[in-house]
């Protein structure tokens, strides 16, 4: 990729690489399951190639070189709360009286902040090393221990589980649970909890599985004899654990299900602020504001910064959660379906908008900039600065990103013609008022 992008002798190869789009090209590349470890490597290789921006070509790198590791701050998780949260507000539920199965461990990124952030009832826990299992509630105190500790369910202190609790581990082998069932293998039964009747809680939170786990060959057995959901409400932090067909059944029985391309935007929001930073400060601020100091603190600015992101994160996820629910509400669709919509809304506009003369509003320009930039960011170095800065596509990109989102978060996926007029008036109006 660095061929591909830097100017000049690739190593290895005879021939210069004809550059064809005639102008600097940047990419960034974020983590996703099991590449977080090559997030420091590739920065420091893109470094030692000589890229300009290498402080951006890798996100949610360690501390030392500035990054914004996901899992320490729980950036997807925070996302992916909100959904919960949005739906015990519009429910008028108490958390605390929730039941919720939980997939991904204590080990996990998503499972650990999952088990930190919530106040729920969690009735039980699938990770990699097996199963845990209380009707009553797993010891919250003991499960907040090993998510700390970042350990599988299979450190858990069983002294801890209720009468009608168990643990079966992926190598145990004929296991008589409390109400008399035999397991026969801890690994199968282990692969399939999240289709067993003792499963069934108030919320489903996915924060870990193999995709399409829940297909429409087995969404038959998320139900009861009756017809019943064993579910509630599902939220999805993992991505594609269950299929499309799955989804709709599910919403169509009447459970309240909200997919993973909405829900667990935090990480990507997380990495794109990342990447800002290190786009607006040279070499030398970023290490004074933005790394590990030699003597392991981290600097007052990085921690407020990293605050400031949770905060976007949480506000993002909030209004997405609201226009789904009210949108659904609205036209009676599968909230599943108008999450692809909600997205293609925001892309189209987006798009649309780099046609226009948006941008060349200075005013707006500075309205837009100071609400879609992160306020510690603006405090250290001041708007002009970063937008000298900061790569003209890249902030085009946030002017228009910021304009498109607000818009359908406030308007919905199908809004009248004249919406859109009406928004910018306000934000036309409100950026002369400012100048």
């Known amino acids: 990729m660095l061929d591909l992008l830097l100017v000049g002798q690739s190593p290895g190869i005879k021939n210069r690489l004809v550059d064809r789009l005639g102008r600097d090209e940047i990419l960034f590349f974020g983590p996703d399951e099991g590449t977080a470890g090559y997030m420091d490597w590739a920065s420091q290789h893109a470094r030692k190639r000589g890229a300009p921006f290498w402080k951006a070509f890798t996100t949610g790198k360690s501390q030392t070189l500035?990054?914004?590791?996901?899992?320490?701050?729980?950036?997807?998780?925070?996302?992916?709360?909100?959904?919960?949260?949005g739906i015990i507000r519009q429910l008028n539920l108490d958390e605390s009286a929730c039941t919720k199965l939980q997939t991904g461990g204590p080990d996990g990124d998503l499972g650990s902040n999952e088990i930190k952030i919530s106040n729920d009832r969690t009735t039980a826990v699938v990770d990699g090393s097996g199963v845990?299992?209380?009707?009553?509630?797993?010891?919250?105190?003991e499960l907040t221990r090993l998510a700390l500790a970042r350990q599988m369910i299979q450190h858990f202190d069983t002294s801890k589980l209720?009468?009608?609790?168990?643990?079966?581990?992926?190598?145990d082998f004929q296991v008589t649970l409390p109400d008399g069932t035999l397991v026969q293998d801890g690994?199968?039964?282990r692969n399939v909890f999240h289709l067993n009747k003792l499963a069934a809680?108030?919320?489903?939170?996915?924060?870990?599985?193999?995709p399409e786990s829940i297909d429409i060959n087995n969404i038959g057995l998320l139900f009861d004899a009756e017809g019943t959901p064993r579910f509630k409400y599902v939220v999805e932090g993992a991505n594609l654990f269950f299929t499309q067909d799955a989804r709709l059944r599910l919403e169509k029985a009447g459970v309240h299900l909200f997919k993973d391309a909405s829900a667990n935007k935090g990480g990507?929001?997380?990495?794109?602020?990342?990447?800002?930073?290190?786009?607006?400060?040279?070499?030398?601020?970023?290490?004074?504001?933005?790394?590990?100091?030699?003597?392991?603190?981290?600097?007052?600015?990085?921690?407020e910064?990293?605050?400031?992101?949770?905060?976007?994160?949480?506000?993002?996820?909030?209004?997405?959660?609201e226009c789904l629910w009210?949108?659904?509400?609205?036209?009676?669709?599968?909230?599943?379906?108008?999450?692809?919509?909600?997205?293609v809304a925001i892309v189209e506009l987006r798009k649309s908008l780099e046609s226009t003369d948006l941008w060349n509003n200075i005013a707006l320009r500075r309205l837009i900039m100071h609400e879609a930039l992160p306020a510690r960011l603006l405090k250290e170095l001041g708007l002009d600065t970063v937008l000298e800065r900061v790569p003209l596509n890249y902030l085009k990109a946030i002017f228009g990103a910021y304009l498109a989102s607000h818009f359908v978060y406030e308007y919905g996926t199908d809004p009248s013609q004249f919406a859109f007029f009406e928004f910018m008036s306000k934000h036309t109006a409100k950026a002369e008022a400012a100048n």
């Open 66 to 85: 500035g990054g914004i590791p996901h899992d320490t701050y729980g950036m997807t998780t925070r996302s992916v709360h909100q959904y919960v949260l």
């Open 132 to 141: 845990l299992y209380d009707p009553r509630g797993i010891n919250r105190e």
């Open 162 to 171: 209720g009468p009608e609790g168990f643990r079966v581990l992926v190598d």
């Open 187 to 189: 690994l199968s039964f």
């Open 201 to 210: 809680a108030d919320f489903f939170v996915p924060c870990g599985g193999r």
């Open 268 to 303: 990507v929001t997380s990495s794109s602020l990342e990447v800002l930073a290190a786009l607006s400060f040279t070499d030398a601020e970023f290490g004074r504001l933005m790394c590990k100091q030699a003597d392991g603190t981290l600097p007052s600015f990085y921690q």
């Open 305 to 321: 910064y990293v605050s400031d992101v949770q905060e976007f994160i949480e506000a993002n996820a909030a209004r997405e959660f």
């Open 326 to 343: 009210n949108e659904s509400k609205r036209t009676g669709k599968p909230k599943s379906i108008l999450s692809d919509e909600l997205s």
